[in-house]
Structures are given as structure tokens and as C-alpha cells.
């Protein structure tokens, strides 16, 4: 059975940082893409950066450019949310999504077949 | 960036009734390469269709998607108590970023 689990979340300063993490079971993580989607209070789902299955490559939403970093640790199954520079906008519980592969093109499809429960980050004074 | 619109923002219908929800993309989604997710309130989001029309594995064949390039729908055939959720439509075609619709909630009537 895929499971993924969400850590991390918490209240935290505007400016400040959090670290997020997504441990992962029930399938071989190295071999996909794995990515974080948040969706703010009464809003709709937003993707927020992807990773692909070696780590070489990462992509960010424009809104966390600059202050997110994705990472995985391969070996721990854990993939990571390393969230700096924190605003108000940033508020929303924040979910991973595993990848569903590649196309037979050998380009990334970029949807998600298994996802978290999510975490909440809430950035406060 | 393709912007997807959904429509309605909520469908207020009853069991056993049929359910048509639409999303419609502000230019051509590559390859028809278009996913629905379900989500319930406190749940990880649920794949149900990719490809604009394939059903996912495990999913029930009430659940059906249809259409092509700009227009996309999902139709539950006969609402169960468990449908009753919040449905997003995202496209996978011109990515990154891959883009979400706003969502349309089905609510008991």
C-alpha cells in the first residue's frame, strides 16, 4: 500500500523558515518524481515545486522561487520542503504528491497519482 | 500558463441524481493530457480520471470523463452519499507549472 506522510507543519513568523518532510512507503521512491502542491484556506490546489526521481532537477511555482528548495534523500525515502523567507500568502496546508511516471516520449507527466494528508503551515505574528 | 475554469462553483444535487461538472482551459491542453482529483475535508486528494477520459485504477465506473482540447467534463452517473466532495481539474500538458481549476464542490441538495 502507497503511504505518504507529511511532517513539519507548524506556526511560524512572518520571515521565518520551516522545513517540511514527506516520508514514503509501498513503492520504489527512486524511480519517481515527487512533488509538493498546497492549498491556502478556501482556495484551490496549487502546485509548488517538483523534483525528479535522481534529484538532478527541480522546478518552482514563480510565487516560491527563490525561497523554496526541494530536495530527497533517496536512501530514507523522504523527500523535503525547505521553506525560507515566510509570508501570510504562504499560509496553507501543504500536501506531497507522488509522480506518475513518464510518458513512452520519456517526458515527465506532470499529475500525481498518490498524495498526503498534508501538513498546515501557518505563518503569523 | 494555461488557466483552467471550472464551472459550477457548486452543484447542489441528491442522491441518485447525475452530476456534469465542466472545466474549460484558456488555450489547448496538449495531448488531452488532463487529470480530475476528488477531495473530501481533512483527506489527500483522490486521482479519478487522467487523460482527459481514462478511469484510474480502483475507481468506480460511475465516475467518467469526457472531452478535448479546450473543454473537459467529469459526470458521476448516479451520486453516492460518498461523492459528495470537492472536484479539481489540472493539466499536465504544458508543463511546469501544471495548473489546477478552482475546484467545484458537489453538496447534498
Known amino acids: 500500500e502507497v503511504q505518504l506522510l507529511e511532517s513539519g507543519g507548524g506556526l511560524v513568523q512572518p520571515g521565518g523558515s520551516l522545513r517540511l518532510s514527506c516520508g514514503v512507503s509501498?513503492?520504489?521512491?527512486?524511480?519517481?518524481?515527487m512533488s509538493w502542491v498546497r492549498q491556502a484556506p478556501g482556495k484551490g490546489l496549487e502546485w509548488v515545486s517538483t523534483?525528479?526521481?535522481?534529484?538532478?532537477?527541480?522546478y518552482y511555482a514563480d510565487s516560491v522561487k527563490g525561497r523554496f528548495t526541494i530536495s530527497r534523500d533517496n536512501s530514507k525515502n523522504t523527500l523535503y520542503l525547505q521553506m525560507n523567507s515566510l509570508s501570510p500568502d504562504d499560509t496553507a496546508v501543504y500536501y506531497c504528491?507522488?509522480?506518475?511516471?513518464?510518458?513512452?516520449?520519456?517526458?515527465?507527466?506532470?499529475?500525481?497519482?498518490?498524495w498526503g494528508q498534508g501538513t498546515l503551515v501557518t505563518v503569523s505574528s | 500558463e494555461i488557466v483552467l475554469t471550472q464551472s459550477p462553483g457548486t452543484l447542489s444535487l441528491s442522491p441518485g441524481e447525475r452530476a456534469t461538472l465542466s472545466c474549460r482551459a484558456s488555450q489547448s491542453v496538449s495531448s488531452n493530457y488532463l487529470v480530475w482529483y476528488q477531495h473530501k475535508p481533512g483527506q489527500a486528494p483522490r486521482r479519478l480520471i487522467y487523460a482527459a477520459s481514462s478511469r484510474a485504477p480502483g475507481i468506480p465506473d460511475r465516475f467518467s470523463g469526457s472531452g478535448s482540447g479546450t473543454d473537459f467534463t467529469l459526470t458521476i452517473s448516479r451520486l453516492e452519499p460518498e461523492d459528495f466532495a470537492v472536484y479539481y481539474c489540472q493539466q499536465y500538458g504544458s508543463s511546469p507549472p501544471p495548473t489546477f481549476g478552482q475546484g467545484t464542490r458537489v453538496e447534498i441538495k
Open positions: 509501498g513503492f520504489t521512491f527512486s524511480t519517481f518524481a
Open positions: 523534483i525528479v526521481a535522481s534529484g538532478t532537477s527541480t
Open positions: 504528491a507522488k509522480g506518475v511516471g513518464y510518458a513512452s516520449s520519456g517526458a515527465l507527466l506532470w499529475y500525481f497519482d498518490y
